[in-house]
């Protein structure tokens, strides 16, 4: 069995077609010929030459060494690791099928491969750091083979999905060199490295704390029930100094480590009306099963849901206005750098 890495386009644009349609797509625009009639890496390049002729050719090289496992190295049974982009989670899946060809497309979907997905929405911090530093590469299709990750990823599938322990992250793999860590997505590790800064600042029932910070920095008077039994609300928010001005909000806060169904969202539907407020939001660390964005878009009106990329989004709008006590327990600095088109 090989682990490979897939991305949903550039920016996890095809995230939604790849999940619902449980398939793996090779996304390069205009790219419609059959690559199993390729019989070498060289035919390859020709064709890929008179698809893209404004192309340097170092970046044809590099287009080709990602296509051509597509269709000649990817067996049924091997595992796909599919990064979200919409959510701080990865998505893992054990390849079904052979490989298909469609010259009608439509573009760019000429070829696929069937998936089972067999990890849904995982969230990233469950991830030993080494394993996340490989997924982060700049790269659509790669195969995994850093850091034991193959015997790690099946560790995980037997225990649920949970966080894996220190002891399974010692590796004895090298150590990634300058030159392999400047592929990778430098925003995405900072990403990370913050999420697990949270992570142990903010345990349990304190991430409702870290919320409840950001709404009062987003100018909401806030209430928050003792700890244990809320009856239906994590935190009361509503505009004004004393709360009283709409929008008035029901917040929920989950810092489990499974992604929320659609059950237990609508519970939040409930507590909207019984505290009389406008609308809902639920804060879900693990984010959300992945039927839920789509059933509730009868409610689009009357909740919203944050997973760990709307949280930190929210928290890096306000962060100037945070409380001091809440920023040194979250020391973060903004910095500048490159952002290089993907090509060079």
């Avoid at 034991?148 to 399974?168: D, F, H, V, Y």
């Avoid at 929008?247 to 909207?272: A, C, Y």
């Avoid at 019984?274 to 693990?286: D, I, P, Q, R, T």
Wanted: aromatic share 10%; with cysteine; proline share 6%.
């Amino acid at each position: 069995m090989a682990v490979w890495l897939v991305r949903a386009g550039g920016h996890g644009e095809y995230q939604s077609k790849f999940l619902t349609e449980n398939r793996i797509y090779l996304t390069w625009e205009r790219l419609d010929v059959n690559l199993q009639q390729l019989t070498n890496r060289e035919a390859l390049l020709e064709a890929m030459k008179e698809r893209y002729p404004d192309a340097k050719p170092k970046v044809l090289i590099n287009y080709g060494s990602q296509v051509w496992p597509f269709a000649h190295d990817i067996q049924v049974g091997d595992w796909v690791i599919l990064p979200l982009k919409h959510e701080r989670a990865i998505q893992v899946g054990q390849v079904t099928g052979g490989y298909h060809f469609h010259p009608e497309g439509p573009n760019p979907f000429f070829h696929y491969r069937e998936v089972k997905w067999i990890g849904e929405a995982i969230p990233r911090s469950h991830f030993g750091k080494d394993l996340l530093n490989t997924f982060g590469a700049f790269m659509t299709i790669c195969r995994v083979q850093r850091n034991n990750a193959e015997a790690r990823l099946k560790a995980m599938q037997a225990s649920g999905w949970a966080p894996e322990t220190g002891s399974n992250v010692i590796s004895s793999a090298p150590t990634v060199s300058d030159e392999e860590a400047a592929q990778f997505d430098i925003e995405e590790r900072a990403r990370d490295e913050i999420v697990r800064l949270i992570l142990s600042r903010f345990k349990g029932y304190d991430l409702a704390r870290l919320v409840e910070g950001i709404l009062r920095a987003q100018g909401y008077t806030t209430y928050r029930p003792p700890t244990g039994p809320d009856g239906g609300a994590d935190i009361l928010a509503g505009a004004g100094p004393l709360g009283f001005g709409s929008p008035r909000l029901v917040v929920e806060v989950k810092s489990e480590q499974s992604p929320i169904d659609r059950p237990t969202v609508d519970k939040l539907l409930g507590s909207v009306t019984k505290f009389g407020a406008n609308e809902g939001l639920f804060v879900s660390w693990s984010g959300f099963k992945n039927n839920v964005q789509k059933e509730l878009a009868g409610s689009y009106f009357r909740v919203r849901l944050w997973s760990q990329t709307e949280l930190l989004d929210a928290l890096y709008d306000v962060y100037d206005k945070l409380d001091d006590d809440l920023r040194a327990e979250i020391p973060l600095k903004r910095i500048w750098t490159v952002a290089l088109p993907e090509d060079d």
